[in-house]
RNA sequence: GGGCCUGUAGCUCAGUAGGUGAGAGCGCACGCCUGAUAAGCGUGAGGUCGGUGGUUCGAGUCCACUCAGGCCCA
C-alpha cells in the first residue's frame, strides 16, 4: 500500500517563487487601501519619536540606483525603528527649485522664454517639478517605502518658502549676510548671467598677447626696472589687472635680452624666448617662485600696482608661468586676489561695454577694445608680441555668442564669523563612519564664504529691498512681512506684484527721500532651499523635530546638504540640525568603476524592480556595507536572488509544516522542549540579537547576513533536514513533535518580522500565512524579543560538540557514498567512537541515528580521536527491512501481518489513522 | 594638485586590543536524494589578505611609500 498518504507533508498555498514583480505593487495598493502609514503612526504615537529626516530628493527624472540605495536604507530605518519601540515618521522631501530644471523646461518643452513674464516662467517650472514629483514619488512607492506620501515637504510650497525666508532673515539679522562682488559667467548678448550649464563651447579666434610689467619694487629678489611676462588671449581684462600670479614652488629664470632684464618660469623660459624671437638672451639667475611672493610691478598703462602672488593653480604647459590676475574676471582670480586682499575690479557693464572704471576705453564694447588695448600696451613698450590663435572659448548656449567672466554683486553669507561656531558644533555631532567628522571639520574649515545669490528664475527671491540711493534694506520688519506674504500667496508675488506693495504698510526709510523703492531680482541658492529644510519641515510639523536623530545621505553631501544645513541650523538654533550623521558610499559596477551611460555599466533600479522585484533590490541594499562604496552587477543581483530564494524557501517550509500547529492549543512549554529544539531556540535568540543589533548600529549586512546564514546552515541544512522525519512520520500530536513545531513557529514568527525591514513584501505575504498573527501587518508587529533560556551556555556547548560529531559523520558517509556503500543516507549504520565525556552526550540522545539521519548508530569509546576530528566514524550498511512509510531500515520491519512493510514505530502511528479516509 | 575614503577566495561579508595553520555563506565542481522538487542534502577545489619596504621574536591587523578605484574640491 502507499504509506504516503499517511504522511504530515508540509501543506501551504504559500508559493515557492514570487511573482515580486506583479506580487509587489498589489500588495503595495492594499496597503495604500489600507493606510498602513496611518496605523503604524497611530499605533506609535505614544512611543519616543525617532526622526530620520530625509534630505530632498531633486524632482527632475527618473531615480536612479543612488537614490534607490539612500532611500531603501531610510526604509529600512524606519520600518526597524517602528517595530522596535519607536515612533518613527517619515515625510519624504523633495527639492523643487532650481536651474535643472528651468533648463529641463527650456530644452524639452517648447517654451519661449522671452515670451513670457518671470511669474508666468516660473508657474511653468513649477507645473514641471509637480509632475516630476508625482512621477518620483511612485517609483519611490514601488521601492516599497513607507512614509507620509500624500503629505511629503516640497520646498516651493509657500509655507517651506516663508520658513526659508525667515532663515535668511534671521542669518541676517546676525550678520552674517553681507553683499559682494564676486565673477560670474556673463553673456553681453544675453545681458544676463550664465550657469556652468548654459555654456558650450565652440572655437574662437584671439588675439595672442606677450605683455612684461615692469617692476618697481623687487623686495631684494629682482630688481627694479625687470620686467615679468604673461601672456594672455584676453587682451581686455587688462584693464582688470591687479596682480601676476607664479607657482610658488617652480623656478623662475630672471635673464637679459638686449640690455633688459625679464622673468618667466624656468620651465618656459626655452619656448618663451623662440616664441618672442628673441636669441642671444642670457639667463643671470634662478628664483623660486615663493620667493617672487609680494614683489610690486606697475600696471603697463595704469598709474597702479599690480601685485605678485603665489598660487597653486598656476600651472606650467603654456604661458609663461607668470599669470596675469583679474580678480574681477575670472575665479581663480578672485580666489586668490581675495587671499591678498584685492578687490574685484570689473569695470564692464551688463552690455560687455567699459564703464568710465577703465579710463580711456569707456563706451568701448569689450571685444572691440581688444586692439585699442593693445595699441595701448604698445605704446607703453609693454607689448612683447602680438598673434592670433584660434582655441575653445566660451559660448552662451541660446544665442551662440561668446561669453565673458564679469563680477557682480551678490549676497554671501559670511563664514568667517560664525567658523570657530561651526566646529564646535561639528564636534558635538555623533559621526557615522567616524572619519565623517574630519571630512566635514575639513570642508568647514577650509571654505570660504557662501555667495547664495543666483541671477536666475526658478527660486527663492532673495527679500532685499533698496532705496533710492542704493542702500539695501534687510530689516526684520521688511523680511518678516515677505514671509507672511509668501506663506498666504507664494513667492511668485515677488516677481508679479510692485515693490512697494511687497513692503509694509507705511515703510519709509531716510535712504528714500521720495519713498520709492526697488527689490532684489536675484534669487537663493538651492542650497539654502535645503539647508533651511530644518526650519521648514523639523521645526514646522508636528510629526517632525529639531534636533532630528538622524540624517543619512551619499557621502557627497558632507559638501552639500550636511554643510548648508549645518551653516543655517547653528545661526539659527545655535547647533547642528541633527544629532547623528550617517552616510552611505556611491554604486560602482562589479569592477567597482563608476557607472555611466557610455560604459554601459549602468543598472537601472526601475528595470530590476520589474524583472526581479523590489525585495530583490532591497535585499541587495541590506546586504552590503554601504559606509564604503557598493557594486551592483548582474552577476550581484543573481547572488542576491539566490540568497532571496533560500530565505523564502525556508519560511515556506516553516510554514508548511505548521498546517496542523495551532499555537493557541499546541503550544508546549519551554521546559518541556526537547534538547535540540531548546537548544535551536537559542539559536534563533542568536540571530535575534545579532540581527537587532545589526538594525540598530546601522549596520544591516550582519542582520542580513546572520538571517541568511540561520536559514542556509541552521535551518535549511541541519534543523530542518533532522526534523523532516519526526514532522513527517510521527503522529500529529506526538509530544515531539509539537515540541518542535513549537520551536519552528516561533522561528517563523521571529524571521518574518526580522526580514521585514529589509524585504517588507515577503515579510507581510509570509504574515498572512501565519496562524494566530496578532497584527493585519506584520509592519504594526514588534520586534522579536530573545527567548528566556536556562543554561544557555552549557547548552550551547552540548550542541556544538554533537554537531562537530555530525561533521564528522557527514564526511564518513560522504566516503562511503563514493565507495558505493549507500546511496542516500538511511541506507547506513554509523559506528561512532569517542572520547569519554562525548560518548555520554550521546547516549543522553533518545535516538541518535535522527540527528545524523542514518537508520542505526552505535556509540562507542574511545581513548583518542585524530586531531581536527571529534570522532571516528565507519560506515556499513544498515541490517534489516526497509520501512516503507519512514524509509528506516529496522529489523522490526513486518512484525504485523497486516502491515509487513511498516517498522514498529510507523505501525503506532498508523494505527490511529483511518486508513480509509486516507485512501479516499 | 588638495581633503576624506576603499582595496581579505569569482561574489557578498567576518576577521576581536598584532600571536596556534586566514574564516562563513553564495557561486563553482563532483556526488546523493526524488516525501521542501523550477526544491532539499553532502563533499571538495578556490586567497603571495592590491603592491613594495619598514617596525616587531611575530603583521591581514602598526608605519612609510606605491598602485588601482571612489566622493568632494582645485
Redesign the pocket.
Known sequence: M???KT?L??KTNFP??GKLPTQEPKRQEDWEDKHLYEQLTEKNANRPLFVLHDGPIYANGDIHVGHALNRILKDIIVRHRSMDGFNAPYIPGWDAHGLPIETALTKTKKIDRKKMTVAEFRQACEDYAWDQLENQREQFKRLGMIGDWENPYVTLTPEFEANQIRVFGEMAKQGHVYQGKRPVYWSPSSESALAEAEIEYHDKRSPSIYVAFTVTDGKGVLEAGDNIIIWTTTPWTIPGNLGISVHPESDYSVFRYEGKRYVVASKLYETVTEELGWQETEVLTIVKGEKLEYVVTRHPFYERDSLVMT???VTLDAGTGAVHTAPGHG??DF?IGGEYGLEALSPVDDKGVFTEEAPGFEGVFYDKANKMITETLEENDALLKLEFMTHSYPHDWRTKKPVIYRATKQWFISIDNMREDLLEAVGRVNWQ????E??L???IR??GDWCISRQRSWGVPIPVFYAEDGTAIVEDETVDHVAQLFRKHGSNIWFDWETKDLLPDGFTSSHSPGGTFTREMDIMDVWFDSGSTHEGVLAEREDARRPADLYLE???????WFNSSLITGVAVTGDAPYKKILSH??T?D?????MSKSLGNVIDPLDVMKQMGADILRLWAG???????????D??L???S??Y??VR??L??LL?NLADFDPATDRVPVHELQDMDLYMLECLNDVIERAQEGYREY?F??A??AI??FC??E????Y??VA??LL??DHVDDPRRRSLQTVMYDMLVAMTKLIAPITPHTAEETWEYIAGADTEFVQLADMPEPAVIENREELKQRWETLLAVR?DV??A???A??EKV????L?AKVTIAVTEPVYHLLLELEQPEKLF?VSQVEVQKSETVP??HSAIVDVETATGETC????HVKEDVGVDAEHPELCGRCLAVVATYDLADLEA
Not at 433 to 436: A, I, L, Q, R
Not at 623 to 633: E, G, I, K, P
Not at 822 to 825: L, P, Q
Open positions: 502507499n504509506y504516503k504522511l507533508m508540509p515557492m517563487r598660487g597653486e593653480h575665479e581663480e580666489f563612519p567616524k572619519w565623517g574630519t571630512r571639520y575639513n570642508m577650509d571654505r551619499g557621502s557627497d553631501q558632507y559638501r552639500g558610499g556611491f560602482m562589479g569592477e567597482g568603476q563608476k546586504s552590503v556595507d554601504f559606509q564604503a562604496d557598493v557594486r551592483l552587477s552577476d550581484i543573481k547572488q542576491v539566490e540568497n530564494r533560500k524557501n525556508t515556506r517550509f508548511g549596520v549586512s550582519h542580513y547576513s541568511h546564514h542556509a546552515v535551518l535549511s541544512a541541519f530542518m533536514d523532516k522525519d513527517y512520520c561533521n557527514l564526511k558517509l560522504e566516503t557514498r563514493e549507500i546511496g542516500k543516507s541506507e539521519i586531531e581536527g516503507a512509510r519512514c524509509w
